[in-house]
T-cell receptor
Framework: DIQMTQSPSSVSASVGDRVTITCRASQDINSWLAWYQQKPGKAPKLLIY???SFQSGVPSRFSGSGSGTDFTLTISSLQPEDFATYFCQQAKSFPLTFGPGTKVDI | QVHLVESGGGVVQPGRSLRLSCAASGFTFSGHAMHWVRQAPDKRLEWVAV??????????ADSVKGRFTISRDNSKNTLYLQLNSLRPEDTAVYFC???FGGGGVRSWFDPWGQGTLVTVSS
């Protein structure tokens, strides 16, 4: 199985801050990576797929990069609605696996 | 507007069974692979199973293989998950999600339903 790790597990930030979250795969997954945002009591929402492609409607302050084993999600200027938990997910092979999540709070 | 609505969750004793449903609307259900993903109380997400657009292929997480069965009825725009031999560690919110992009059954998930809670406890 491909193991996904994320760092940090949590980050405290302020509105306007630049936030970077890292995701690492245990083996090469090319660009088979997605990022999701989840708010309390809600389902995850797809933000980025294929490592760097925006899902429709996602604000441009979100960006994704990386390939192989190392990936990043960057929020260029944190907005109040961005406080949430972020997960990465690989789709290179079964079982499809998620990272443990990074909580972004104030 | 795309909608996925899960139902069928509840409290069940270990060893018992449950069937979850996911009603889809607002998109061509029969054209998409469909997944079940669960979220345990510690908030970790775990992919559970996927079924191809036509029902011809299924894949499962090892943790549920042989106990859970995914199926679909394209005439009813509905996805199912039969949960047998339930264990306390199966306690989670179960989400259905449409496959998006990727490579057929290997894909990302969008959109998601709101989830249905399954609690396995004596």
């Amino acid at each position: 199985d491909i193991q996904m790790t994320q760092s940090p597990s949590s980050v405290s930030a302020s509105v306007g801050d630049r936030v970077t979250i890292t995701c690492r795969a245990s083996q090469d997954i090319n660009s088979w990576l997605a990022w999701y945002q989840q708010k309390p009591g809600k389902a995850p929402k797809l933000l980025i797929y294929a490592a760097s492609s925006f899902q429709s409607g996602v604000p441009s302050r979100f960006s994704g990069s990386g390939s192989g084993t190392d990936f990043t999600l960057t929020i260029s200027s944190l907005q109040p609605e961005d406080f949430a938990t972020y997960f990465c997910q690989q789709a290179k092979s079964f079982p499809l696996t998620f990272g443990p999540g990074t909580k972004v709070d104030i | 507007q795309v909608h996925l609505v899960e139902s069928g969750g509840g409290v069940v004793q270990p060893g018992r069974s449950l069937r979850l449903s996911c009603a889809a609307s607002g998109f061509t259900f029969s054209g998409h692979a469909m997944h079940w993903v669960r979220q345990a109380p510690d908030k970790r997400l775990e992919w559970v199973a996927v079924i191809s657009y036509d029902g011809s292929n299924e894949y499962y997480a090892d943790s549920v293989k042989g106990r859970f069965t995914i199926s679909r009825d394209n005439s009813k725009n509905t996805l199912y998950l039969q949960l047998n031999s339930l264990r306390p560690e199966d306690t989670a919110v179960y989400f259905c999600a449409s496959g998006f992009g990727g490579g057929g059954v290997r894909s990302w998930f969008d959109p998601w339903g709101q989830g249905t809670l399954v609690t396995v406890s004596s």
